[in-house]
């Protein structure tokens, strides 16, 4: 199974900081990855697909990277709305794996 | 309104069997793959099981396959799984969830882009 990596699991940041959450993949997925977003109580959502391709309407402040094993979630300038929780997702091979999360608080 | 509605959660004695439902509506159900994810409270998201448009391919984690089966029924714009053998480690939240699907070259991208709510099962005597 491909494991998944994140770095940190637990952000402290300011609204308008930018931050970087990383994910590691143990072999390489290509650019076959997904980033999602979760509010405690609340389904998942999806931010960006294919590794960098953001989901229509969701705001542009949002970006992602990479490709093979390292991938990257920018937020440029954090507002209120996201701190969450954030998750990578391989989806090139089964059983498809997340990441242990990324918990953006507010400092 | 494109929607995921799950139901069938609950209570349910280790060694039980419970049937979850997706009723999915605003979209055209039989144009996508289906997958069931599934989240331990306070914990990180598993992906349990996906379906093809037309039930021609299943695809499970290793820890559920032989008691799970994950079904649709495209003229009731359902999904379904069926969890027999239940233990005390499938206790969480199960999300219904569709599958959007990017092709771009030689590849076909998919992604988790619609969630429902999700349903509760808890497998406890």
């Known amino acids: 199974d491909i494991q998944l990596t994140q770095s940190p699991s637990f952000l402290s940041a300011s609204v308008g900081d930018g931050v970087t959450i990383t994910c590691r993949a143990s072999?390489?997925?290509?650019?076959?990855l997904a980033w999602y977003q979760q509010k405690p109580g609340k389904a998942p959502k999806l931010l960006i697909y294919?590794?960098?391709t953001l989901l229509s309407g969701v705001p542009s402040r949002f970006s992602g990277g990479g490709s093979g094993t390292e991938f990257t979630l920018t937020i440029s300038s954090l507002q209120p709305e996201d701190f969450a929780t954030y998750y990578c997702?391989?989806?090139?091979?089964?059983?498809?794996?997340f990441g242990q999360g990324t918990k953006v608080e507010i400092k | 309104e494109v929607q995921l509605v799950e139901s069938g959660g609950g209570l349910v004695q280790p060694g039980g069997s419970l049937r979850l439902s997706c009723a999915a509506s605003?979209?055209?159900?039989?144009?996508?793959?289906m997958s069931w994810v599934r989240q331990v409270p306070g914990k990180g998201l598993e992906w349990v099981a996906n379906?093809?448009?037309?039930?021609?391919?299943?695809y499970y984690v290793d820890s559920v396959k032989g008691r799970f089966t994950i079904s649709r029924d495209n003229a009731k714009n359902s999904l379904y799984l069926q969890m027999n053998s239940l233990r005390a480690e499938d206790t969480a939240v199960y999300y219904c969830?569709?599958?959007?699907?990017?092709?771009?070259?030689?590849?076909?991208?998919?992604?988790?882009?619609?969630w429902g709510k999700g349903t509760t099962v808890t497998v406890s005597s």
């Open positions: 072999q390489g997925i290509n650019n076959y």
């Open positions: 969830v569709r599958l959007g699907e990017l092709v771009r070259g030689s590849g076909y991208y998919y992604y988790m882009d619609v």
């Open positions: 379906i093809k448009q037309d039930g021609s391919e299943k």
């Open positions: 997702q391989q989806l090139i091979s089964y059983p498809w794996t």
């Open positions: 605003g979209f055209t159900f039989s144009s996508y793959w």
């Open positions: 294919a590794a960098s």
